[in-house]
């Protein structure tokens, strides 16, 4: 009963492809997140959505796309792998209008050879 | 815009000896501040926040608005709290956490 699930947890593939990455919330939050952490550690929010609605869209690449299905789901897809995308993407959900904790998955270590 | 800064990357104690994980804070609003963890292998996870003025695993964490900063505090290391520490900022009405660039913690024996 694992409250935030991301699927897969490595994902090694060439430059130029085309992948996703999966992630569902048990917890019944209305707000998930992807964040991404580089090499080096640093944490940076990449997108949000609240109720499958997109509220932030930091600068990320157009060859990233978040899509929420449903409140529990936010995948994010990723066109053109570039080297530089090599990082680990971490999913995360909350529940909105409270100050309260964002629930992390285990998250996905991508590998762009 | 909103800035978190945490100075040090690395911070190596003795196993005993007091720990201070330094967070300092950019924000023109009124701060909702949070420390993250994320043990070796582990997810990040929620380890307290400014508004519970609550001591978890003996750390405890005290606003300063003056000096705009949230440092992490524990009287005495234990080996167990070796891992990475994120002081994070929520803005953005309550969805966007702004992270520092974290501080690994070593306690050594």
């Known amino acids: 009963d694992t409250a935030v699930s991301q699927t897969p947890k490595y994902l090694v593939t060439q430059m130029g492809n085309d992948k996703s990455i999966k992630c569902e919330q048990n917890?019944?939050?209305?707000?998930m997140y992807w964040y991404k952490q580089d090499s080096k550690k640093f944490l940076k929010i990449m997108f949000s959505y609240n109720n499958k609605e997109l509220i932030i869209n930091e600068t990320v690449p157009n060859r990233f796309s978040p899509k929420s299905p449903d409140k529990a789901h936010l995948n994010l897809h990723i066109n053109s792998l570039e080297l530089g995308d090599s990082a680990v993407y971490f999913c995360a959900s909350s529940q909105t209008g409270t100050v309260d904790e964002q629930f992390f998955g285990p998250g996905t270590r991508l590998t762009v050879l | 815009a909103q800035r978190v800064t945490q100075p040090e990357k690395l911070l190596s104690v003795f196993k005993g000896a007091p720990v201070e994980l330094k967070c300092n804070y950019s924000?023109?609003?009124?701060?909702?501040l949070f420390w993250y963890v994320q043990y070796s292998r582990q997810r990040l996870q929620l380890l307290l926040r400014?508004?519970s003025r609550e001591s978890i695993k003996g750390f405890t964490a005290d606003l300063n608005k003056g000096e705009t900063s949230f440092h992490l505090k524990k009287p005495f290391a234990q080996e167990e709290d070796s891992a990475m520490y994120y002081c994070a900022l929520l803005t953005g009405g309550g969805n966007k956490l702004t992270f520092g660039t974290g501080t690994q913690l070593k306690v050594e024996l």
């Open positions: 917890l019944g939050h209305d707000t």
């Open positions: 924000y023109s609003g009124s701060p909702e």
């Open positions: 400014h508004i």
